[in-house]
């Protein structure tokens, strides 16, 4: 079985139908653009929206048994798949994509992401008020381009939880173009850390 990443790509809110249509509700999707799961052995991962899960299931599922090329070259990566969840209201799109084999230490969840932590702040620095692409800021981070893994789960996804780094182009997370920024709240941690310089 093949692990599948699972990544919150975009949201669509349609105001004027929830406004016609939808009976007020106090609290409803909690997912973030850029982040990400790891499906084992085809399972729902941890923490994934059971019914955005309902959704992708089949094709997570075809993709962890090495199954794809979706409707006969759909996507451009053939073991992968783009996929809305059934909230027809605000909807969100996730990019399905079968990736390599996870050591457990990584497939695991990771400690809670933390402001504190060396590895989120070397980041956030390293990426100040420019756009860069990983490769080049793995390089700047000292890290090799074999460390991918260790990139993602150890600087990137925490400052992805913490709200400090997104994708430049959130919608293909897989294009050469690909890049790295700070949000709004990313630049005001790098001020904060600057000014302590």
């Not at 990983?134 to 090799?144: S, Y």
Request: charged fraction near 25%; aromatic fraction near 10%.
């Amino acid at each position: 079985m093949k692990n599948v990443r699972i990544t919150a790509i975009r949201q669509i809110v349609y105001r004027d139908l929830m406004a016609k249509y939808e009976n007020p509700i106090e609290h409803t999707c909690s997912i973030k653009e850029g982040q990400s799961w790891i499906a084992i052995n085809g399972q729902c991962p941890e923490g994934l929206c059971s019914s955005a899960w309902d959704t992708m299931r089949p094709f997570v599922e075809s993709l962890a048994r090495g199954k794809g090329n979706f409707f006969d070259g759909w996507m451009k990566n053939p073991m992968s798949a783009l996929i809305s969840c059934n909230d027809g209201f605000r909807p969100f799109s996730f990019y399905l994509e079968v990736i390599e084999e996870l050591q457990p230490s990584l497939a695991a969840p990771q400690r809670p992401a933390n402001k504190g932590d060396l590895r989120v702040q070397r980041l956030v620095r390293t990426l100040g008020n420019v756009s860069m692409p990983r490769r080049e800021l793995m390089d700047r981070l000292g890290l090799k381009q074999g460390s991918r893994r260790v990139f993602i789960y150890n600087y990137f996804k925490p400052a992805v939880e913490l709200g400090y780094v997104k994708l430049l182009m959130g919608h293909i997370p897989n294009v050469p173009e690909q890049a790295y920024r700070l949000t709004k709240k990313g630049i005001d941690f790098f001020n904060e850390l600057s000014a302590k310089d």
